[in-house]
């Protein structure tokens, strides 16, 4: 997009790869229109995720055409794996999207952002090794990491909708940086703040209000509080934007069990593990964007 009086330096810009369960609830979409309307973001792709339920996959890969259709914009849409990773399993094209993109000479970085379960990103890493030390990848998912939290006794959603593939992300060379569930549900907004700064944004911010609205009168919303959401994976976005938008530290990646909390069996490798989140940069610049790109 054009609105905007301010340039970055191509030296400053990136690329990245949106790996996404949008049709899953009402968050992604806001992180994917955040993205795409981001000058540092160069967006190569935006893939398609499952959400363990038979044909989320291509539900997912439909949502994301509704939104970038009311946005006017044509981003390459791919789709990714239809279910949890599965041995000896011919890969996706959103999983050969990743390998090529990861291989080709670019100086600019690569950002795998993961919206939801980590199928797409996993495949690709167990085809292609070699990509390991070519991209970075920022996933939203999994529980925090203190004995006394209060998720204590949850299972993660993103993680747990495919386990093996976390655990074949977290045991990889690849550079993680995790923004587990005690800080991607800080992204707190009202749903008449959505009304109100958002769904006045022309077709795209109407469409982002109206589905929000929709899915939480549906039964499948029992789990929020009513009139407001977290908009969880927006942070991805966030941290690439601006890397030191949160407070975070490293630590040696740990096994995820079956039920989504951590074993005691650490792995090689040290993941960025972000303990909060600077909400309001992220969710005043998704207004702003949307604000000055469809006034209307």
């Known amino acids: 997009m054009s609105s905007y009086s301010f340039v970055v330096t ?7 790869i949106l790996d996404t369960d949008t049709a899953c609830e009402a968050d992604d979409p806001f992180a994917i229109a955040e993205a795409l309307l981001s000058p540092k973001m160069i967006v190569k792709a935006i893939i398609a995720e499952h959400f363990l339920e038979e044909g ?44 090529e993109e990861a291989r080709r000479d670019d100086p600019l970085p690569l950002y795998v952002l993961g919206l939801g379960a980590l199928s797409t990103i996993a495949a690709a890493l167990r085809e292609a090794p070699d990509i390991a030390d070519r991209m970075t990848v920022v996933t939203i998912g999994g529980l925090p990491y203190e004995k006394d939290s209060p998720f204590a006794g949850f299972r993660e959603f993103n993680f747990g909708n495919d386990v093996g593939a976390a655990n074949l992300l977290l045991a990889s060379a690849v550079p993680v ?6 800080v991607y549900t800080t992204m707190r907004i009202g749903l008449a703040e959505i009304e109100l700064r958002i769904g006045r944004a022309g077709r795209p911010g ?8 929709a899915y939480n009168a549906t039964p499948r919303a029992f789990w929020t509080p009513g009139e407001s959401w977290s908009l969880g994976d927006s942070p991805a976005v ?20 079956k039920d989504t909390t951590y074993s005691e069996e650490r792995f090689e490798h040290e993941i960025r593990v972000y303990d909060s989140i600077d909400s309001r940069y992220i969710l005043e610049d998704l207004i702003a964007k949307l604000t000055l790109n469809y006034k209307g």
């Open 177 to 182: 940086w995790q923004i587990p569930m005690n």
């Open 206 to 213: 109407k469409y982002l209000f109206d589905q929000m609205a």
């Open 10 to 16: 191509d030296s400053k810009r990136v690329r990245v």
């Open 238 to 257: 966030g941290v690439v934007l601006t890397p030191v938008c949160g407070l975070f530290h490293m630590q040696k990646a740990r096994h995820v069990n």
């Open 56 to 99: 989320s996959q291509q539900k997912s890969y439909e949502a994301i055409g509704r939104l970038t259709e009311a946005m006017e914009l044509d981003p390459l849409t791919l789709h990714g794996e239809e279910g949890p990773l599965q041995e000896g399993a011919e890969i996706s094209e959103g999983a050969r999207f990743i390998v």
